[in-house]
Antibody, heavy 123, light 107 residues
Framework: QVQLVESGGGLVKPGGSLRLSCAAS????????MTWIRQAPGKGLEWLSY????????YYADSVKGRFTISRDNAKNSLYLQMNSLRVEDTAVYYC????????????????WGQGTLVTVSS | EIVLTQSPATLSLSPGERATLSCRAS??????LGWYQQKPGQAPRLLIS???NRATGIPARFSGSGSGTDFTLTISSLEPEDFAVYYC?????????FGQGTKLEIK
């Protein structure tokens, strides 16, 4: 079965850096684009970033552009999010997510999510 | 970016009642809108893709409609497990965006 397991969250000071990882299993990782989505405590969902199957196409939300970098290693079935210049407002649970399917309308939405990893930015 | 506005913010209903949740886009997203359900402490679950396509395993009491800028998620007869927060999400443009959510609570 599809599994996505995030790791790397924790407490970091403003201006600091953190690297999140998402380990994928139960499917052919290289066949799917991947995304990062976050949720601040008690708040809604915020889409952050997209990376294509090969890593050649990447998109970011304006809120993280220039500070966060998404990457993937298909040989290791892993997705990453390098987060630099962290701000208090980056405090959130960070999810990696995969599209529901390789075709049809499900291709464009997130049918599989990890359990999330909490990032707390505080002095 | 496309802003999605959901209404109402909170909806108080009883089991067995019909729920109607709204999502309005700041510009046309054609039919490229999905719906998710999130329960406390859990990751979101995809319910509907492209306005009206139920995801695998989603009960028939969930239905979606709309196009352009106005969309609706309808739950025909609420079950106790349906009380949760619901989000819409557009896939028409980059960046993808979510609505702020509607909390469906037990009356």
């Amino acid at each position: 079965q599809v599994q996505l397991v995030e790791s790397g969250g924790g407490l970091v000071k403003p201006g600091g850096s953190l690297r999140l990882s998402c380990a994928a299993s139960g499917f052919t990782f290289s066949d799917y684009y991947m995304t990062w989505i976050r949720q601040a405590p008690g708040k809604g969902l915020e889409w952050l970033s997209y990376i294509s199957t090969s890593g050649s196409t990447i998109y970011y939300a304006d809120s993280v552009k220039g500070r966060f970098t998404i990457s993937r290693d298909n040989a290791k079935n892993s997705l990453y999010l390098q987060m630099n210049s962290l701000r208090v407002e980056d405090t959130a649970v960070y999810y990696c997510a995969r599209p529901s399917s390789q075709g049809g309308s499900g291709y464009y939405y997130f049918g599989y999510w990890g359990q999330g990893t909490l990032v707390t930015v505080s002095s | 970016e496309i802003v999605l506005t959901q209404s109402p913010a909170t909806l108080s209903l009883s089991p067995g009642e019909r729920a109607t949740l709204s999502c309005r886009a700041s510009e046309s997203v054609s039919s490229y809108l999905g719906w998710y359900q999130q329960k406390p402490g859990q990751a979101p679950r995809l319910l509907i893709s492209d306005a009206s396509n139920r995801a695998t395993g989603i009960p028939a009491r969930f239905s979606g409609s709309g196009s352009g800028t106005d969309f609706t998620l309808t739950i025909s007869s609420l079950e106790p497990e349906d009380f949760a927060v619901y989000y819409c999400q557009q896939r028409s443009n980059w960046p993808r965006t979510f609505g702020q959510g509607t909390k469906l609570e037990i009356k």
